[in-house]
């Protein structure tokens, strides 16, 4: 077992309006529900989301009032309507950052839910960091920005055209990691650092066999378009923790990214960057 940052996303496209009228449900394998672990804590630590039309406020309730307080509302967060961040204007807005989080309990489940307009479509995502994490073990590829810096043998940047879904708030079809720029060199450690992007978007996510099958992720809205070091960030923000994703070229193809936006088939046009690495940083 190991530490872990996992990226969460839940939507809700077309909505009936109302006060938190609408609740949001998790897209593709993602779950609402926190899983089991025994040692150590879990908390959400970065939130972000977007209504693609109008002004919202999101409520995020658990069922343990030693995380949202009460069963009421719970943590209520606003989605404003001016620039930047705001409503139907960019790709997402921050509504957890710095060094705010949220506890979460094993077992538990949140329910999201969200104050919006007829017809408005809305994505809300969250990364939860988990200190022990089953499933995660010692041998996945997590590494600490001091582990990354010192096995660090060059910087490069791999392009991808993964889209948003048709539908909007989803996420869109997986694309192989190096379905567009396959110039990692054959049976090499990278470590990837951030991202760049054209278009803003919600979310850009990724899963692959390093990482213990858990989605990673983060932001790529205007308040979020300086991500090229979003991984290494959180990290230092969290003592040199060992979030750091790394993986084998050799793993290349079945490494996927998937685009969530409050718009549908919305194309960032990705860059990630990436250090390659003189070795493997597990066990580093």
Request: glycine residues 10%.
């Amino acid at each position: 077992m190991g530490r872990a940052l996992v990226c969460t996303t839940a939507s809700k496209a077309n909505t009936t309006g109302g006060t938190f009228a609408d609740s949001l449900s998790a897209n593709g394998t993602d779950s609402l529900a926190v899983p089991y672990f025994a040692n150590g804590q879990a908390r959400i630590v970065n939130m972000w989301g977007i209504d693609s039309d109008s002004v919202a406020e999101f409520q995020v309730i658990s069922t343990k009032p030693q995380s949202t307080h009460d069963q009421s509302h719970g943590l209520r967060l606003q989605v404003p309507a001016t620039l930047p961040g705001g409503a139907a204007s960019v790709a997402g807005h921050n509504l957890l950052g710095g060094y705010g989080h949220v506890q979460v309990f094993p077992n538990d489940t949140l329910t999201v839910q969200v104050t919006s307009t007829a017809g408005d479509d809305v994505v809300l995502s969250y990364n939860t960091l988990f200190d022990d994490l089953p499933g995660v073990t010692s041998n996945s590829a997590f590494a600490s920005p001091s582990t990354v810096e010192a096995l660090r043998l060059s910087t490069v940047g791999i392009n991808s055209q993964a889209q948003a879904s048709g539908t909007a708030g989803a996420y869109g079809t997986a694309r192989a990691f190096n379905a567009d720029d396959d110039r990692l060199h054959g049976g090499t450690w990278y470590a990837i650092l951030g991202w760049t992007v054209q278009t803003a978007v919600t979310s850009i996510t990724l899963t692959g066999p390093d990482w213990g099958g858990q989605r990673i992720g983060g932001p790529a809205g205007v308040l979020t378009l300086d991500n090229s070091a979003w991984f290494m960030d959180q990290a230092y923000k969290y003592q040199n923790a060992a979030i750091v994703p790394c993986f084998n070229s050799a793993n290349k193809a079945a490494i996927n990214v998937q685009v969530a936006d409050g718009e549908a088939s919305t194309t960032p046009k990705i860059d990630f960057l990436l250090y390659e690495l003189t070795g493997s940083p597990v066990g580093s």
